[in-house]
């Protein structure tokens, strides 16, 4: 078992900043990979960006060149640093991990981005 906990969103104007964190625990020995989905209204679950246990990252296209996601291993927390927001990323942000057998969720965070 993985559990998975967010912190970080919030409300922000166009062009600002946020940090979100997810700290994981339990069998994080078993982890492949560790990143950020997003659900904005009325849109299907996107791919932000993820990390391997190795440090490769892939991003979505829509965040590339403005989000960057990386990874503090002392403390089982990877976070995503957002710079540029601009409304259309407005979402339910979820960590995830995924495991050889299972996919993993956190409870999500809410980004509000106002024009």
């Known amino acids: 078992q993985v559990q998975l906990v967010e912190s970080g969103g919030g409300l922000v104007q166009a062009g600002g900043s946020l940090r979100l964190s997810c700290a994981a625990s339990g069998s994080i020995i078993s982890i492949n990979y560790m990143g950020w989905y997003r659900q904005g209204p009325g849109k299907q679950r996107e791919l932000v960006a993820h990390?391997?246990?190795?440090?490769?990252?892939n991003y979505g296209d829509s965040v590339k060149g403005r989000f960057t996601i990386f990874r503090e291993n002392a403390k089982n927390t990877v976070y995503l640093q957002m710079n540029s927001l601009i409304p259309e990323d407005t979402a339910v942000y979820y960590c995830?991990?995924?495991?050889?057998?299972?996919?993993?969720w956190g409870q999500g965070t809410q980004v509000t981005v106002s024009s």
């Open positions: 995830h991990a995924r495991t050889p057998r299972y996919d993993y």
């Open positions: 990390i391997t246990s190795g440090g490769s990252t």
